[in-house]
Structure formats: structure tokens, C-alpha cells
């Protein structure tokens, strides 16, 4: 049994780094529906159920100082992608579509908590907001949401339960309706010279960076970490209340300042993306490492859950399309950019064409923005829910 910090770190990040690597060079069709990310997940949940690891002092204090910490440098890294000039060239209707893809999915959340409550546990309108963190934007998003609300780890089970068996079933039924596009679009009557030049506009190649890449990612490593220190020595002096935390403020000042920074030079720096990855896969691995198999014990009851929050998405998003003469191209892209994230969103946009693959790209930037303050909205309407 690991009961030092040391050792427990290191068996996260060997876990992490296996599963990485058996995915990228198998290439299994199984990690198209269950990424990497969330089969780590399972499995250091599945050690610590059968007691790899103890919760001595050493290993709390790593588990708390490691996660507090790194949280708010990778958010910032993952929004210096999140360029707003470049998203601003998606288009009208591609901002509509993403957007009412948000709104849908916290309408159906809303909804779903209302009707299943009675079923749940009472702290479930936490895991529901960190969840809707996760599909408004990405795994990066909900383990923002999750510290923010300081959603017990042991609830975190049921949200990556969702995350993983519902979404997968949804980024299956969006890739079955591919060959019916053609059909759908004549039925809302859309435009596909919109799309065109859409797909036209964001066709340019970025420049390679021809730095030294060694240097930029330690500028970039530097620089979140202390980044992560400022935003929350500023968080500490602002108001806290109960529903926004100390973590929450945190979180916002550093969205605040990823979204700035990726104006910038600073976001042409080489490294950001890979560093980012490395930390959310930490995380992740030190959430799991606090669940337990044998709390998950109404996990029918949230799969379906999440499969009813996603029909109430999908039912929105028909009347969305046909009302403002959408493509099924941008209905179903706006929602996996959201649900799925940067994961997900560009297989779905190649499986309609290759050229289309920088439009979802764009599209889960935007989620990476909103995903947290949209997680956030969702669960203060959740948490006035749970006390009618």
C-alpha cells in the first residue's frame, strides 16, 4: 500500500501516461468513445477501491496543494487557444448554433434535475453542475465547476459515468446521421453557401512556431503557475459567499485573464496545448484517486439521466435548426463542441469533410470559454431546485 506522496503521484501520472500511449499508437475505435482521459478515470477508481493507496497526511496535503494549484495554470493554457478574433470568423449562424447548443443543454439539465430529483441524492445538483461544466466545453470545465462548488470527489463517479457511456452514445447517433445531411438540410431549408464560406475564411495555415520550443514551454509553464498564485492571492480578497467561493473567483480571474492573454504573443508560444493536456490528465488522475466503485450505487438512474438530458438537447436543437434554416453540419458540430469539447467536435466535423476540421476546433475554443460560467449558472438554478 502507497502512503507516501511521492509514489502516489508518480502511479497517477504512470497511469495517465500508459493509457496515453496505447491510445495513440493502437488507434482502437474504443478511444473514440471513451478517450484516454476517461478510462484513466475508471481505472485509478478501480485502484483506489481495492486500497492501492491509503489517505495518510503526506498524500492529503499532496492531493490538495498539487490540485488547488495546477487547476487554475491549466485553465489559463487552455484558453490561450481561445483566440476571439479567430472565433468571430465562424459566422452568425455558427455562433447562433453554438450558443442555443449551450442554452439547450442547461434548459435540459434544469428540467431533468426537476423531474429525477426525487430519485437522487441530496448533494446531486452538484455533480448534475459540474457535469454540465464538462458539456458545455470539456473535462477541463467541469473539474473547474467541481472545485468551485467543492463537489466531493466521491460524488465525481456519477459525473464521468455520464460523461462517458451517454456521451458516447451521442457522438455515435451525430456520426449515424451524416448520411442523412442532405435530407435535413432540404427539410430546414439551409443555405450550404454559408457553410462554404465559413470553411473558406478559416482556411488559412498558421505559422509554425520556429522558437526554441524547450524555452517557450518553460516561459509558458512559468507563467501559469504564477498566474495561479496571483488569481487566487486576488481571490482571497473578495467577497465569498456561499454559493461563490473562494476556488470560484479563482477560476473566473483566470478564464478573465486566459481569454485576454490569448490576444496576444503569448498564445503563439509552442507548448501550451501539451502542458495544459499533461495537468488535466494529473487532475483527473487525483480525482479518481478519491472515488470509490462501491459508492456508485444509483448509476441507472443517472445514465438515464443523462440520456434524457440529451433528447431535450436534441429536441431544442430541431426546433432551433428549422426555425433559423440550419445545416446538420452546425447543429450537430455546435453540440459536440460543447458535449464533446476539442476531443470530439473535429471528428465529427472530418466526418463530413477534412476542410471542415478548424470550424470544430474554433467551436469547442468557444466552450473552453463560456463551459465554466455556464456549469456555474446551471448550478445555481440546480441548487434552488433542490431546496423547493
Not at 35 to 45: E, G, N, R
Not at 59 to 74: E, H, R, T, V
Amino acid at each position: 500500500m502507497i502512503t507516501t506522496a511521492f509514489p502516489y503521484i508518480s502511479v497517477l501520472l504512470f497511469i495517465a501516461g500508459a493509457l496515453a500511449l496505447v491510445e495513440e499508437k493502437t488507434r482502437w475505435r474504443l478511444f473514440h468513445y471513451l478517450p484516454a482521459i476517461v478510462l484513466l478515470y475508471f481505472t485509478v477508481m478501480m485502484m483506489s477501491t481495492l486500497g492501492l493507496w491509503s489517505k495518510t497526511t503526506e498524500i492529503n496535503q499532496a492531493y490538495s496543494s498539487l490540485k488547488g494549484n495546477i487547476l487554475p495554470a491549466m485553465i489559463f493554457l487552455m484558453l490561450l487557444d481561445a483566440d476571439l478574433r479567430q472565433i468571430k470568423r465562424l459566422g452568425a449562424k455558427m455562433l447562433l448554433a453554438f450558443f442555443a447548443a449551450a442554452i439547450s443543454i442547461g434548459c435540459a439539465f434544469i428540467l431533468g434535475f426537476g423531474l429525477f430529483k426525487g430519485f437522487l441524492a441530496p448533494e446531486a445538483w452538484k455533480t448534475l453542475a459540474a457535469l454540465s461544466g464538462s458539456w458545455m466545453g470539456g473535462t477541463g470545465n467541469m473539474a473547474a465547476v467541481q472545485a468551485a462548488l467543492n463537489v466531493p470527489d466521491s460524488s465525481m463517479g456519477y459525473t464521468l459515468l455520464i460523461d462517458s457511456i451517454d456521451y458516447a452514445m451521442w457522438v455515435m447517433f451525430l456520426l449515424a446521421l451524416v448520411p442523412i445531411a442532405s435530407r435535413f438540410n432540404h427539410w430546414t431549408k439551409a443555405d450550404g453557401k454559408a457553410l462554404e464560406e465559413v470553411s473558406a475564411n478559416l482556411a488559412s495555415k498558421q505559422q509554425e512556431y520556429t522558437g526554441n520550443k524547450t524555452t517557450s514551454m518553460l516561459v509558458l509553464l512559468s507563467g501559469a503557475m504564477l498566474v495561479s498564485i496571483l488569481c487566487q492571492y486576488f481571490a482571497a480578497t473578495l467577497p465569498v459567499t456561499a454559493f461563490f467561493t473562494r476556488t470560484a473567483w479563482t477560476v473566473m480571474l483566470v478564464t478573465v485573464l486566459g481569454v485576454i492573454c490569448a490576444l496576444t504573443p503569448i498564445s503563439k508560444m509552442w507548448g501550451g496545448k501539451e502542458i495544459s493536456s499533461i495537468m488535466l490528465y494529473l487532475i483527473i488522475g487525483l480525482i479518481a484517486s478519491r472515488a470509490n466503485f462501491n459508492e456508485l450505487t444509483q448509476a441507472p438512474i443517472y445514465i438515464l439521466l443523462g440520456l434524457f438530458i440529451l433528447a431535450i438537447h436534441g429536441g431544442l436543437m430541431l426546433v432551433v435548426a428549422k426555425v433559423f434554416k440550419l445545416d446538420l453540419f452546425t447543429c450537430g458540430i455546435a453540440s459536440l463542441a460543447n458535449i464533446g469539447g476539442v476531443a470530439s467536435a473535429p471528428i465529427l466535423a472530418a466526418a463530413y469533410s477534412r476542410a471542415l476540421i478548424p470550424v470544430g476546433v474554433l467551436m469547442a475554443m468557444l466552450g473552453y470559454i463560456i463551459g465554466t460560467g455556464g456549469g456555474l449558472l446551471v448550478g445555481r438554478a440546480l441548487a434552488w431546485l433542490s431546496a423547493v
